[in-house]
């Protein structure tokens, strides 16, 4: 038998059969996610956030010595305590004017630099920019020692211009480049356009570019009085007369060494953080689109 006859003669190769294929994944949208596994953790989270604001307001309403879960009866004494007694109403107004003055100061000065690093370019502008991130790696404490001496030489210690310098140089680096990428998201032709019909770059600036700001100065202006209201270290440092103390540092004083009086810590912090409470519950859809805008690279 020759080869070619032999080849013939010999059977076919078994093929396997092709595998069938396999189901494509299917993509879980969010819809389709069952809603116990969205509410379960938001829920578990919602408490542990929450009890610590129940309980400071329970030890601020309820009477001294009472071991009540529930507040009641209600009292009110410890705000009047703290209010009129521990000095409470001086130490408020003392942080409304800190915080409203560096919101302004921090807000004017950076939409200024903001706006020459969004749309003028010269020589040391990153090693500017470098300089400005960098200085948020500085941590507020190292700064206490120079601002003391010049603040000394000035003779500003135990003033609230001091506590205001202070805190409205530490919020300039975020705050001008948060405002110098929002701007650089506004199209320079609209200030162009400005210009051809008659106008100079302030006027442009004024009428054009400025309305489109309001998120970013928000979210600058917001920052700036929510840290200017809650810091503590400034305060302590350049005020040492009663009278110019703010909100952080009349907190301390309710905590003596050997008791702490715990109904009027409780009403202190309430009255802390009401006005910040407020302040965010109005400003918080501004807020979250400008520090989204402004965070965004141009």
Not at 2 to 11: F, M, R
Not at 64 to 79: E, Q
Not at 154 to 179: C, K, R, Y
Not at 250 to 267: C, I, P
């Amino acid at each position: 038998m020759s080869v070619k006859e032999a080849t013939k003669a010999a059977p076919a190769p078994v093929r396997a059969a092709p595998e069938p294929p396999r189901p494509a994944k299917k993509n879980v949208s969010w819809d389709e996610v069952p809603r116990w596994q969205i509410y379960l953790p938001l829920s578990i989270y919602l408490v542990f956030t929450l009890i610590p604001f129940y309980w400071i307001l329970l030890f601020s309403l309820r009477p001294a010595g009472s071991t009540s879960l529930v507040p009641w009866p209600m009292t009110f004494d410890h705000f009047e305590k703290v209010w009129t007694e521990r000095s409470f109403g001086t130490y408020f107004q003392n942080s409304v004017l800190v915080g409203v003055v560096t919101l302004l100061m921090t807000t004017l000065v950076a939409l200024a630099g903001g706006y020459a690093l969004a749309r003028f370019n010269f020589k040391i502008k990153r090693a500017f920019m470098l300089a400005l991130l960098c200085s948020q790696f500085v941590p507020g404490a190292l700064l206490l020692v120079p601002l003391f001496e010049i603040f000394a030489e000035l003779q500003m210690i135990n003033s609230l211009g001091s506590v205001i310098i202070a805190e409205t140089v530490f919020q300039l680096p975020l705050s001008m480049i948060l405002i110098s990428n929002f701007i650089k998201n506004v199209p320079y032709t609209l200030e162009e356009a400005a210009w051809v019909d008659g106008c100079n770059r302030m006027t442009a600036f004024r009428i054009v570019v400025l309305p489109l700001l309001r998120p970013g100065l928000i979210a600058v202006g917001s920052f700036a009085f929510v840290h200017s209201w809650n810091h503590f270290l400034f305060a302590l440092m350049f005020l040492n007369n009663q009278e110019k103390q703010t909100i952080p540092v009349g907190l301390n004083t309710l905590m003596g060494a050997d008791s702490v009086d715990l109904g009027a810590l409780a009403a202190g912090g309430i009255i802390a953080a009401v006005p910040v409470v407020i302040v965010f519950a109005f400003i918080q859809k501004w807020l979250i689109t400008g520090f989204s805008a402004g965070a965004v690279k141009g």
